[in-house]
């Protein structure tokens, strides 16, 4: 199908950008990627009044590392991402993440900031900005504001963001020597959305795991902390924190699978990304 | 630049076109029906199949989920202009020396992500081979022979550079 008309403005800086949000006669909608957006709009599933254009923006894109934080600029590409050695240094839990998104031509367009601003629940990058306990900057009619992660994701394809915000950097903590992090996720085909996926992190404190954060996906409207699991892995125990995935998680069946197989699918991920977090950082 | 009609200058195939377009066709749309260049087909118009991937900028993209007005000022490569500059003559060659194709419709989506990955250079595995090009569909092959022929032109663009 084709989309419903709209009109197209490509924003000059990011105050134009809000500005043009406050589209009087309609809905307006920010274009970043567009490879969840343009399906979106070419299914008709969505029909905005206006597309703004954030790709001509100065700044918005880059990976830096400052203060111990990797700041990821909303508008830098998946495919940058993942060829980033800063990324693969400092942030290796996207590293892992990033393969498993989609397919190349689509990690080409596709950006982090629109990956976690759409907060598709079956999204790899949400649920690793909720396991490394990252925030999101964003900026709106009222300034800038700095949300966590944790207070982030509200509900289906919901998020702290209003109808006049833009999500402008995603920070997350810098990994140290004791970072550790585990990534595993079941599809049935390479690329599509997740059935069931994990994004972990965690602390090595001498033989042991502190600071464990579980953030599940495809399991909920948002992505799901395990935290009775969270703490069964601090306590050493695998199997408890499998158990424990049962109290952790309700998620309701889809086309793919039903709740249980998804409880069940999420305890096979836990073993394996529990392996990962306890091998030492090469 | 901000309304339904959206002026664009653009370079597709190493021409220069400028034309006025409606803000929500689609890049493949303004290629197929403004240009006439038919080679870049249209399946799902998800994202999904791959049959519109098309160059911009160097960049392997959806034509389906990039906008025509988004590409004022831009590079776009087609399948006919890359396969004008003997780019891909070698892989062409493969496809139907080895049965790679066999209706057509996902061959020229196909062709430009293997040469994505074979541009690396060096040889792929297979399974690369196949990563790279899950985001294609194709109805008729069953990919084995597919990926036979991306397999053997990187193995012999490799050997010719030895
Ligand atoms: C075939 C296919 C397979 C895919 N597979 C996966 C997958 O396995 N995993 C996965 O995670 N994703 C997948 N995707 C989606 C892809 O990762 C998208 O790129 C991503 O979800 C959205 O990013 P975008 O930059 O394309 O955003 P857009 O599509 O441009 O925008 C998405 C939404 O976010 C809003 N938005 C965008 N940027 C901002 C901003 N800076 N501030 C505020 N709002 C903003 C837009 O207004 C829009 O509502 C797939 C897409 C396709 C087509
Ligand atoms: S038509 Fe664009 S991916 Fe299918
Ligand atoms: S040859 Fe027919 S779809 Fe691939």
Redesign the interface.
Known sequence: ??????????AKSLDHAIA?LAHPDGEARL?AG??SL??T???RLSAPKL?I?L?GIAGLAGIAVKNGAVEIGAMTRH?EAERSPDIARHAPLIALAM?HI?????R??GTLGGSIAFADPAAELPACLLALGGEVDIAGPNGTRTVKADDFFKGLFETALGAADVLTTIRLPAATNDTRVGFAEYAR???DYAMVGLAASARAAGQRLAGVRLAYFGVGNVPVRAKAAEAALADGSIDDAVMALATDLAPSGDVQATGATKVHLAGVLLRRAAKQLTETRP | MSGHDCDITLTVNGERVTERVDARQTLVDFLRDDLILTGSHVGCEHGVCGACTVRVDGVLVRGCLMLAAQCDGAHVETIEGVSDLGEIADLQAAFEKRNALQCGFCTPGMLLTAQELLARGGVPSRETIREQISGNYCRCTGYQAIVDAIESVAQTRAGAKR
């Open positions: 199908m084709k989309p419903a008309p709209f009109a197209y403005a490509k043009l274009l567009g490879q343009m399906a709009l070419n299914m597309l254009d790709n495919a393969p989609g397919h190349s031509a689509i080409n367009r085909r390479h690329g």
